[in-house]
T-cell receptor, first 115, second 111 residues
Framework: DAGVIQSPRHEVTEMGQEVTLRCKPI?????LFWYRQTMMRGLELLIY????????DSGMPEDRFSAKMPNASFSTLKIQPSEPRDSAVYFC?????????????FGDGTRLSIL | EDKVVQSPLSLVVHEGDTVTLNCSYE??????LLWYKQEKKAPTFLFML??SGIEKKSGRLSSILDKKELFSILNITATQTGDSAVYLC???????????WGLGTSLAVNP
């Protein structure tokens, strides 16, 4: 079975540019999560969706960040304008709808560097 | 504020050693605790623990939860160089799907 697929794997861009990260969750999973990982702060949840609807975006750092999930198999995280402090690894994860707690399954991440 | 604390932050051992990684938590309405292994890429799921005192085991790895003392341990016996990774602990709290993450323990196994 295909896992969570993220693109691009690496992104290097200049400050002020728009950055779009993409994610395809595991088929049949109803929950999708966007995380940011840095050495200093570890894994931080930015936003999560259930059935394509944003449930909690309290982790989105500021208005420069936005996320969408237009359908069950695709989500984007956009940063506009980007800043050097946005440099991090961004992970997408998904989990099934099943009752009770479920593990989250991660993609390989996008390593973002803002110069 | 909900928090998960892991110790030690890093650990260096020799192949064949046994290691114990610690995870303590203070979360509202705790539901379950999860362990992940992260090598160079994605965190991969190891265990999910919901009940106290019941050991979960997979090969040389095992884990147990103590809901009275609010901690979990991850044991790795007969370590191998392939066990070198960051081990992450996370807790589900409240009535939502948000995981509260620890900062991880970086394990290096030397030949």
């Amino acid at each position: 079975d295909a896992g969570v697929i993220q693109s691009p794997r690496h992104e290097v861009t200049e400050m002020g540019q728009e950055v779009t990260l993409r994610c395809k969750p595991i088929s049949g999973h109803d929950y999708l999560f966007w995380y940011r990982q840095t050495m200093m702060r570890g894994l931080e949840l930015l936003i999560y969706f259930n059935n394509n609807v944003p449930i909690d975006d309290s982790g989105m750092p500021e208005d420069r960040f936005s996320a969408k999930m237009p359908n069950a198999s695709f989500s984007t995280l956009k940063i506009q304008p980007s800043e050097p402090r946005d440099s991090a690894v961004y992970f997408c994860a998904s989990s099934p709808r099943a009752r009770g707690n479920q593990p989250q399954h991660f993609g390989d991440g996008t390593r973002l560097s803002i110069l | 504020e909900d928090k998960v604390v892991q110790s030690p932050l890093s650990l260096v051992v020799h192949e064949g050693d046994t290691v114990t990684l610690n995870c303590s938590y203070e979360v509202t309405n705790f539901r379950s605790l999860l362990w992940y292994k992260q090598e160079k890429k994605a965190p991969t799921f190891l265990f999910m623990l919901t009940s106290s005192g019941i050991e979960k085991k997979s090969g040389r790895l095992s884990s147990i939860l103590d809901k009275k003392e609010l901690f979990s341990i991850l044991n790795i016996t007969a370590t191998q160089t392939g066990d070198s990774a960051v081990y992450l602990c996370a807790a589900y709290a409240g009535n939502n799907r948000k995981l509260i993450w620890g900062l991880g323990t970086s394990l290096a196994v030397n030949p």
